[in-house]
């Protein structure tokens, strides 16, 4: 018997089926909306008030502004302005300030980050390369102007946000939009012989009377759209009808050869490709507070505000039920997350606000739950569930996540690991909002200092107590007698004063590494490499998850023509090829936003570094990259090409040449300008993976190849001998690697 604490995690935790796609049930409907009210309790007591305050600290925010930036008691209900009408009401902006500036360093270093793919293996090698140049492609090409954006919100997100983080998805989409096209006779004629179940081959011409018969007669009109539908099944019935009237009424026969048309709208796939997406916590995406790894959490929500449009396109791109669509469509801004979107506190009360229904006009909510469980046979897997709040039944069977990554489509991007909760992190407003108020302090009391003296209070005599002294430009105040009348003598600002508003700016630059003269540089670089390096460890996770995405749904025809490649490309066929096959190197160095750094850089590398480098182990090919890259990444990617497209040619090249050697014929022997180490081991890898392919190799073929090997390893030998020529001494005479020579040339004898 399940008892009722068992009844609670079905559809959460717990599948009552084998995992195979199932309408969710009422309960398993339920349990997932009442997790989803769970987690906005539990933010609306943990993190509803952080928030507000971190918000209004950023955005200087208080009860009683007014827009000339001046007090004034009129606008703080009952309340006398202090310490006089008229004082400054300066908004000191540090948070925000912070803010930009930490997140314009993030998306510096994302975009100026060198990103390589590399096979694990070296029969990976090739393929490696070729994933680099479709990562940059799709970065650049499909995903354009929208990933700039994406990274901007993830880091005003992780830097600006309560808590201070953010979710980015990482999906495949597709998308289908409509065209006018038009239906002919044999296409007709086809569904006509499919709905009649006529075999294949047999002979159209015994079908042919009775098929044109049925434009002859209106009475034909709904056979007709019968078997329209049935070779176009996303057309509704009325259109179907509309199309048979037309065929009948535009059929014609012209020198015995029957015609006709119609037209009809025909859908196609106008995007299928990668999306990535910043989401902010409890605005688009929720989860518990007592998770602290993302991959692990019980359950995600995602939420989506749609338009109709958007909301019917999902029935024939994401299956969704068209019952479910139009009860969807009865609920037009309605929302499921309440009690945080419309929260505050008032007298440590919670207080839920009215809702600004002009923020929801005309769109719909959508909620998909991501969630891990267990199926009848305690199997775990990845299922989502679409459904509406406030909608009985789910948008369409609940299913397997198709992605074969085997993860969630999420990706976490934290300010700070504070705790093992992420909901922990702590934002820079919060973090700064104390010494922001000490700053307005001494900006206020700067600020009514300066109005005090500019224009000082005005002694009188008591004697005339009701008259006004308005004082300003060529105004004039009447004496009875001479000295009646004076200015009083303000205090002098305290130096004490200035030298604490100082000691503020100097401890919040030094807290959180500004650039500053009262930060050393190397502490500056230290705390910009550290928040460069967490920020692009998240997104080396979103770039691996995009690439197994991309090698799953990607096809080959697309991918042949971003790299180029007349041949192809093996991409991956299973789900271990797809989730372990590469590795990826994201590098950065907070140098590099520095331009004298970069220079002052080449120069240690060319005037000490190579000429150190005896052994040609140095890749300049990669060094030109990265110091391009750090002077002008726009420029780089201009005038250089990348080492992957590079190598991935020369390994072509290389691949090539062996079927031409097996053929009989000698590749050209270039004495110059190739990456004569790397077409060595494409050589030697053949053996290694299809030693069959050299054994059946002529005798001819053989000495040709070994030829070849030896010309290869001859001109690394020359390049190093070049290295020793500047430095004036042999490589590989030391201890352990005496007498051994580094280079193909060693594997000569694998043939």
């Not at 998850?545 to 991309?550: A, P, V």
């Not at 890259?629 to 040619?649: C, F, R, T, Y």
Request: aromatic share 8%.
């Amino acid at each position: 018997m399940i008892t009722e604490q068992e009844k609670s995690k079905i559809g959460v935790d717990r599948l009552e089926n084998d995992g195979s796609a199932a309408d969710p049930t009422e309960s398993e409907l339920t349990n997932l909306k009442n997790e989803m009210d769970q987690i906005m309790q539990d933010a609306a007591y943990d993190v509803n008030e952080r928030r507000g305050d971190a918000n209004d600290a950023r955005y200087c925010r208080w009860s009683g502004q007014s827009s000339d930036g001046l007090m004034h008691s009129a606008a703080m209900d009952g309340k006398e302005a202090f310490p006089f009408e008229g004082a400054p009401d300066s908004r000191v902006r540090t948070c925000d300030m912070l803010v930009n500036e930490r997140a314009k360093i993030l998306v510096a270093a994302a975009t100026r980050a060198q990103v390589t793919v590399k096979g694990t293996e070296s029969r990976d090698m090739r393929l490696g390369a070729y994933l680099t140049i479709v990562l940059r492609w799709v970065l650049d090409n499909q995903l354009g102007s929208s990933w700039r954006r994406t990274l901007e919100r993830a880091a005003q997100y992780q830097e600006g946000d309560v808590p201070a983080g953010a979710l980015m998805g990482v999906y495949w989409d597709r998308q289908v939009a409509l065209e006018r096209a038009t239906l002919g006779l044999e296409e007709i004629l086809q569904f006509y012989m499919a709905s009649a179940r006529v075999e294949e081959g047999a002979e159209v011409e015994k079908y042919a009377e009775e098929f044109i018969g049925l434009f002859h007669d209106k009475e034909n009109d709904a056979r007709v759209a019968d078997i329209i539908m049935g070779g176009l099944p996303h057309l509704k019935r009325k259109t179907a009808k509309r199309m048979a009237k037309e065929l009948r009424e535009n059929f014609v026969v012209v020198d015995g050869v029957p015609s006709t048309e119609a037209e009809y709208p025909r859908p196609y796939v106008r995007k299928n490709g990668l999306k990535v997406t910043t989401h902010r916590m409890f605005e688009d995406v929720f989860f518990s507070s007592n998770v602290h790894d993302i991959q692990r959490a019980r359950v995600i929500f995602v939420r989506e505000w749609l338009t109709e449009v958007e909301m019917r396109e999902r029935v024939l791109t994401h299956d969704y039920s068209e019952a479910y669509v139009d009860e969807v469509l009865q609920h037009e801004g309605e929302t499921g997350f309440p009690s945080y979107e419309y929260s505050d506190f008032v007298d440590n009360q919670l207080v839920i606000k009215t809702p600004d229904d002009r923020a929801r006009r005309g769109l719909f909510e959508q909620v998909t739950a991501y969630h891990r469980a267990s199926n009848a046979d305690g199997i775990p897997g990845i299922y989502y569930t679409c459904f509406h709040v406030n909608v009985d039944e789910a948008a369409k069977p609940r299913q397997l996540l198709p992605y074969t990554h085997g993860d969630y489509p999420f990706v976490w991007f934290g300010r700070e690991t504070l705790t093992s909760r992420l909901w922990d992190s702590r934002s820079v407003p919060e973090l700064a909002m104390s010494m922001q108020k000490l700053q307005k302090i001494f900006w206020d009391s700067y600020g009514a200092h300066v109005q005090l003296t500019t224009v000082p209070p005005v002694k009188v005599p008591k004697s005339r107590p009701n008259e006004s002294f308005k004082v300003g430009p060529l105004t004039q105040i009447k004496e009875s007698r001479p000295g009646e009348i004076e200015w009083m003598s303000p205090p002098a600002y305290p130096n004490a004063n200035d030298k604490a508003r100082v000691d503020v700016e100097r401890m919040i630059d030094t807290y959180f590494g500004r650039f500053s003269e009262s930060v050393p540089p190397a502490i500056t670089q230290l705390h910009v490499q550290d928040m460069a390096d967490r920020f692009l460890a998240s997104l080396k996770d979103v770039f691996l998850m995009s690439i197994q995405l991309i090698q799953q749904y990607m096809d080959q025809e697309t991918i042949t023509r971003i790299t180029g490649s007349r041949e192809g490309i093996p991409m991956a066929n299973t789900t271990e090829e797809i989730q372990g096959k590469f590795d990826l190197q994201i590098v950065f160095d907070a140098k590099d936003l520095d331009a004298a750094e970069v220079i002052k850089k080449a120069e240690v590398i060319g005037k000490y570094i190579l000429p150190m480098d005896t052994l040609g182990t140095a890749q300049r090919d990669q060094i030109v990259s990265r110091l391009f890259a750090g002077i002008d990444p726009n420029m780089a990617d201009d005038v250089l090409q990348p080492v992957e497209s590079a190598s991935a040619k020369e390994v072509d090249d290389e691949m090539k040449n062996f079927a031409l050697i097996a053929a009989g014929v000698e590749p050209p022997m270039q004495a110059e300008g190739q990456n004569y180490e790397l077409r060595a081991k494409v050589l030697n890898g053949i053996a290694e993976q299809n030693p069959s392919a050299v054994e059946r190799l002529q005798p001819d073929s053989m000495s040709i190849l070994q030829a070849r090997l030896k010309h290869l390893g001859h001109m690394v030998q020359q390049r190093e001998n070049a290295q020793i020529g500047r430095v004036g001494a042999r490589p590989g005479l030391d201890g352990a690697g005496a007498g051994k020579q580094a280079g193909p040339s060693n594997q000569q004898g694998g043939y």
